[in-house]
């Protein structure tokens, strides 16, 4: 389980079951997988992929699942590191999901990675919701999330929005300009 420290790198954290590899699997393959009977996470926590930028070019970016439990926090403050954006997940038919991206993963990331940015991902948007699309943006703001957008992979609505507004935040970073600074020829 080899990376790159040059390529993109994107982190998915959220509760169990909140949709976190449909919605990678998403964006890796275009369409939905009803991943009911599928593996568990610890098979698959690297996707390479990439991401089409303005001027006919590609990013390389590989993007990373974190389980959820206990068991695996050591094995997510590894995965953390080099992370350039953050996707918080929850599921808006699941109130505890969103009481513990308060009270789990945004502290946990902000231990582990303060300066990274996170998109606050409302997963499942196909469902009847519990948490509003105002309190899902409402937090947001309350977290200082880069940003928040509501997905289903199920209907494959809003998942382009949340690669968009991830590569956007990554381009527009003190870190990707860093990277991609060309020596200044004075002649
Ligand atoms: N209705 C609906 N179901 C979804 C959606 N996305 C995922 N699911 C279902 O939710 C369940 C969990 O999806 P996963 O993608 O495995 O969730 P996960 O967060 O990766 O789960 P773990 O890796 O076990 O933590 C599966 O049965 C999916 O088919 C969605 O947008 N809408
Ligand atoms: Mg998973």
């Not at 105002?134 to 609505?157: H, R, Y």
Request: with cysteine; glycine share 6%.
């Amino acid at each position: 389980m080899k990376e790159s420290k040059k390529l993109f790198k994107i982190i998915v954290v959220g509760d169990e079951k909140v949709g976190k590899t449909t919605l990678i699997r998403w964006k890796i393959n275009g369409c939905y997988e009803d991943l009911t009977d599928y593996l568990p996470v610890e098979v698959k926590l690297l996707y390479y992929t990439s991401f089409n930028i303005d001027n006919g070019l590609s990013l390389a970016g590989v993007i990373t699942e974190c389980p959820d439990g206990n068991d695996y926090k050591i094995l997510r403050s590894c995965l953390y590191k080099n992370a350039k954006v953050i996707l918080v997940c929850y599921s808006v038919d699941d109130e505890v999901s969103f009481f513990h991206v308060v009270h789990k993963w945004v502290p946990e990331i902000s231990k582990c990675q303060p300066r990274v940015p996170f998109i606050l991902v409302g997963t499942k948007s196909d469902l009847t919701a519990k948490i509003s699309t105002g309190e899902g943006k409402e937090l947001a703001e309350k977290l200082n999330a880069a940003d928040f957008v509501e997905c289903s992979s199920k209907e494959g609505t809003g998942i382009k929005e949340v690669f968009t507004a991830t590569l956007n935040i990554y381009t527009k970073s003190f870190a990707y300009k860093r990277r991609n600074k060309r020596p200044c020829n004075i002649l």
